[in-house]
């Protein structure tokens, strides 16, 4: 173990510090505790402090895909779970395996709940992680995003021959930016969210 030395008053005021410095819960901790606090000669002479080390047990992108697993076969299902970053602090999830529509539900909703859920978890597992979790589904995600930009331009292309507003369906958010991100150069019209989640949807209006 090669971890944080962090020094207290007590052993447990001293694990509390470390565990917050390193932003993480006492369950994903490696602690080995190296000295006992003493009180010295009339409890000032000779004191000393305690001292520990700590260290993380499973880095964020282990632990989450570790946690993907466990979901997995909660579920049911027989699935493999690469894990890798992307663009700096993205811990990508890629799932593949029979049966994994399930994962995706209509339209990515169940896989959008899936993603919005790991982040959570996450986030409550590491305080210091300031990064995302995106999680796909056998090459999903690229394959949406390819029909919502491809949408995006004939639906851009009809408001421009009709000079009518287009009100797209409900979307995510992930969606929604697919969307925005599609024509945010064209020069003929332009792009706005309106409505509250989950009923969120985005207007293509000429500009």
Same mark, same amino acid.
């Given at each position: ?11 447990? %005021?001293?694990? $509390?510090?470390? @565990?917050?410095? +390193? !932003?993480? *819960?006492?369950?994903?901790?490696? /602690?080995?505790?190296? =000295? %006992?606090?003493? $009180?010295?000669? @009339?409890?000032? +002479? !000779?004191? *000393?402090?305690?001292?520990?080390? /700590?260290?993380?047990? =499973? ?8 946690? +993907? ?21 993205? +811990? ?116």
């Amino acid at each position: 173990m090669s971890g944080k030395i962090i020094t207290g008053r007590t052993v447990e %005021e001293t694990i $509390a510090k470390g @565990l917050a410095e +390193l !932003g993480i *819960k006492r369950d994903n901790a490696n /602690i080995k505790i190296i =000295k %006992e606090p003493s $009180a010295g000669f @009339l409890g000032l +002479l !000779g004191s *000393k402090q305690a001292e520990i080390e /700590i260290d993380v047990k =499973k880095q964020p992108l282990d632990f989450i895909q570790d946690y +993907l697993l466990g979901m997995l076969k909660i579920m049911g299902l027989k699935g493999e779970v690469d894990a890798y970053v992307k663009e700096e602090s993205t +811990l990508f999830l890629d799932v593949t395996g029979p049966q994994m529509g399930v994962l995706i539900g209509r339209r990515g909703q169940t896989l959008a709940a899936i993603q919005y859920l790991l982040n959570i978890i996450i986030h409550r597992e590491f305080k210091n992680f300031g990064g995302r979790v995106v999680v796909d589904v056998e090459g999903y995600r690229s394959r949406r995003e390819k029909t919502l930009v491809r949408l995006a331009k004939n639906i851009a292309a009809k408001v421009v021959s009709t000079k009518t507003d287009v009100v797209l369906e409900p979307m995510s958010p992930q969606d929604r930016r697919i969307i925005h991100t599609a024509l945010q150069d064209n020069p003929d019209v332009t792009t706005h969210s309106e409505g509250e989640n989950p009923n969120r949807k985005v207007v293509i209006s000429l500009k």
